[in-house]
């Protein structure tokens, strides 16, 4: 089993659809809990970041971690075509032996207008 | 821009070759860190420095190594190339040495022919 499961996709929606991206994992040492998005060939950007159980909202985006349940989840609201990208989730443990992040291997979102 | 550099931005070279990655990282980041994104793996960690030491190791390989300067720029060193090694790699750095939140940098693209 990986230590952190993603479905690839690809997820096709239309314009000002509700999307919801997931990632489970194993390992419950994860403390820190990050979304990233990644545009073709570019650097992932940070998008939202999370420390241990709990929600965060950060304008059309809205992060989700049930740590009992190893379950994290992603909601993009009003969604638009400049959405489309691959959402990587990562995550990673307590930084005392170091903060290696752990990604998903990503999913693909094409939002179309 | 997340404030993170990295040069050059695409490398071509031969096997059995040598080459260096360089990364600055953001104003103030202590940490740094090098990740390989390769299309059947995902992104890997490879390693972390912290104000120049190493503080957490990954699947690097043997062939592969690194060190972070006292103006905290870092270097990733990679030798001995095989076609395998074709990837991009990011750099990352991060304000805290224990917690997960990272920015990228926009990556080098490797081939190696």
């Known amino acids: 089993q990986k230590e952190v499961e993603q479905d690839p996709g690809p997820l096709s929606v239309p314009e000002g659809a509700i999307v919801s991206l997931n990632c489970t994992y194993s390992?419950?040492?994860?403390?820190?809990f990050m979304w990233y998005r990644q545009y073709s060939r570019k650097g992932p950007e940070l998008l939202m970041y999370t420390y241990s159980s709990g929600n965060k909202e950060d304008g059309r985006f809205t992060a989700q971690v049930d740590k009992s349940s190893k379950y994290i989840s992603l909601f993009i609201r009003d969604s638009q075509p400049s959405d489309s990208a691959t959402y990587l989730c990562a995550m990673s443990e307590d930084g005392q032996a170091g903060t290696a992040l752990i990604f998903g291997k990503g999913t693909t979102l094409s939002v179309s207008s | 821009d997340s404030g993170v550099t990295q040069t050059p931005k695409h490398l071509i070279t031969a096997t059995g070759q040598r080459v260096t990655l360089r990364c600055s990282p953001r104003s103030g980041d202590l940490s740094v860190y090098w990740y390989q994104q390769s299309l059947d793996q995902g992104l890997q960690f490879l390693i972390q420095?912290?104000?120049?030491?190493?503080?957490a190791k990954g699947n690097i390989l043997e062939r592969f190594s690194a060190q972070q300067f006292p103006d905290l720029h870092s270097e990733l060193n990679l030798s001995s190339l095989e076609l395998g090694d074709s990837a991009l790699y990011f750099c990352?750095?991060?304000?805290?040495?224990?917690?997960?939140?990272?920015?990228f940098g926009p990556g080098t693209r490797l081939t190696v022919t």
């Open positions: 420095y912290y104000n120049g030491e190493e503080r």
């Open positions: 390992n419950s040492a994860f403390q820190y």
């Open positions: 990352a750095s991060s304000p805290s040495r224990e917690r997960g939140e990272q920015y």
